[in-house]
């Protein structure tokens, strides 16, 4: 229960909400307000003679105000954007009662109000255009203070900039900052896209399992419960893998789903522990058709979200017109790190690591040390959009072996800007090579690797009635996202980013707690 002590304006908004009612005025009221138009429309299309807006219904928060005795301007923020609105007390108050003037709009409301208004549309004498309000009712009444943004000359001061505060409270931060909404607009725009070209390609989107007895599909800690009916642990999906390769078993030609993924990990700027990601499967094909498949996709995304294939990231041009370079992982590490480790055992890159000063431990086989020189030596380099293929086979237990070299894989990551943006295979479907590579993460989680593989074995079973040649790929949403909208951290592309609970919070837990 909440107990804080109110400010002075906080008391005011309250005891604003007892006179609106003693004045036979809901401040929360239950019937709907009919409203039919918006800002942005309004903007768009009026005219005086052709379309004047003569009936306009809309709702909104008062985001500004100023009173001129009889009359006063109000500045309405909706969905859209926002409007000037002008109010005369004879007009809303065309009796002798000038309650709802003199009382209620002057005094009992306040910035932060939502309100409806139902008038016209006009041109000022300032040449702004506006509403002309015949009609004001109270909506909404806000018992916070907003934080108030000023701009001016196109200076922004007092801005709500915190970014603890902005994420915590993400509905103040959308309210006083419209320009975030755009982020999570074009958000949208990239999944609705993305959503268009699987269905011209004939690709079914489809739902699976949130809630796993096994999980698998990544090298990932997942979260564990506990579903007490069946009394048995369950874990929060750390990847959608397995199950849509079980939907191709079954027969269908290509499918795919935007999945909230978890995992049990650590957080920065790059990492959430839910966090969305897009898997796709597609039977008959292989990863040399996956790449040409997804260098078309994130072209098309770019302009549609931008208008181009040219963006900034960061102090980065980055150009994702297709096609994108393809380097082979050993390649890579030979030409940014300058060791050829084609054939070495796990010992001799151990002594690679030492050479370069790489940090390693007892738990990382051959394909993580691998991997650790790439990840130290090569991803800074990978600016433009590139595919890093064919990577070792210990690091890609669901992944066919290469067709030329046994010890790789049929793998490609893509990297922009330095940063791993999507994941691809031709999908391994031999079920005796799969268990095999089931056994052998089982290794690796006796010598302490918490993210090596469970052993799915209906995954197995599944595969032995037979999975036809399929390429597969993980894409993170919110990654992609914040290339396409040049947002630095991944807090900045979620609308609800996890955080650390609130100091208030857990001091008033511990003063509960007997």
């Not at 506990?226 to 893998?241: C, G, Q, T, V």
Request: aromatic content about 10%; glycine content about 6%; some cysteine.
């Amino acid at each position: 229960m909440e107990t804080r002590e109110f400010n002075e304006q906080e008391q005011n908004r309250r005891d604003a909400v007892v006179k609106l009612r003693e004045l036979g005025i809901e401040p929360y009221p239950a019937e709907l307000f009919d409203v039919n138009t918006n800002t942005q429309e309004i903007k768009e299309k009026y005219d005086p003679e052709k379309c004047p807006f003569e009936n306009i219904s809309i709702g909104g928060r008062i985001m500004g105000r100023r009173i001129m005795g009889a009359a006063a301007f109000v500045e309405l923020q909706d969905s859209e954007g926002r409007i000037q609105v002008y109010v005369k007390r004879d007009e809303i108050c065309p009796g002798e009662d000038k309650t709802m003037y003199n009382t209620v709009f002057k005094k009992l409301l306040d910035i932060g109000d939502i309100i409806g208004i139902k008038g016209f549309a006009f041109i000022t004498q300032t040449g702004q255009l506006s509403i002309h309000a015949k009609e004001i009712k109270v909506l909404s009444k806000s018992l916070r203070v907003l934080p108030i943004v000023k701009e001016k000359e196109g200076e922004v001061y007092d801005a709500f900039s915190d970014p603890e505060l902005r994420y915590r409270m993400r509905y103040v931060d959308l309210i006083v900052n419209p320009k975030v909404k755009d982020v999570f607009l074009k958000r949208s725009r990239i999944i609705s896209t993305m959503r268009e070209y699987f269905a011209e390609h004939g690709i079914l989107e489809v739902e699976t399992p949130i809630l796993q007895s096994i999980p698998g599909g990544a090298n990932a800690r997942p979260f564990i419960t506990h579903h007490n009916a069946l009394d048995i642990p369950l874990y929060l999906r750390i990847a959608n893998e397995l199950y849509l390769k079980r939907l191709i078993v079954g027969g269908f030609a290509g499918v795919y789903e935007f999945a909230k993924d978890f995992r049990n990990e650590g957080m920065d700027k790059t990492h959430n522990p839910e966090f969305t990601c897009m898997e796709i499967y597609v039977a008959y094909k292989d990863y040399l058709w996956m790449m040409s498949f997804v260098e078309k996709m994130l072209e098309r995304v770019a302009i549609a979200v931008n208008g181009k294939t040219n963006l900034t990231i960061g102090d980065k041009e980055i150009e994702f017109k297709a096609p994108y370079r393809r380097l082979p992982m050993l390649d890579a590490i030979k030409e940014y790190a300058g060791v050829d480790v084609k054939g070495m055992d796990e010992e001799q890159l151990r002594g690679v690591c030492r050479d370069l000063h790489i940090e390693v431990d007892n738990t990382m086989g051959v394909g993580k040390l691998i991997d650790a020189i790439f990840g130290e030596y090569c991803e800074k380099h990978l600016i433009q959009p590139t595919f890093i293929t064919d990577y070792p086979w210990e690091t890609s237990p669901l992944t066919k072996r290469h067709r030329d070299e046994p010890s790789l894989t049929e793998r490609f990551e893509l990297f922009v800007n330095g940063k791993e943006l999507a994941n691809a295979y031709s999908e391994l479907n031999d079920p005796i090579d799969q268990l095999y590579r089931f056994k052998e993460q089982l290794k690796l989680k006796d010598k302490g690797d918490d993210e090596a593989m469970f052993i799915d074995m209906d995954f197995v079973r599944a595969l032995e009635y037979g999975m036809p040649p399929t390429s597969g790929l993980g894409i993170g949403i919110d990654r992609l996202t914040m290339f396409m909208t040049n947002s630095s951290t991944i807090q900045d592309v979620l609308f609800f980013p996890q955080m650390r609970p609130e100091k208030s919070a857990e001091k008033k837990d511990e003063n509960t707690q007997e």
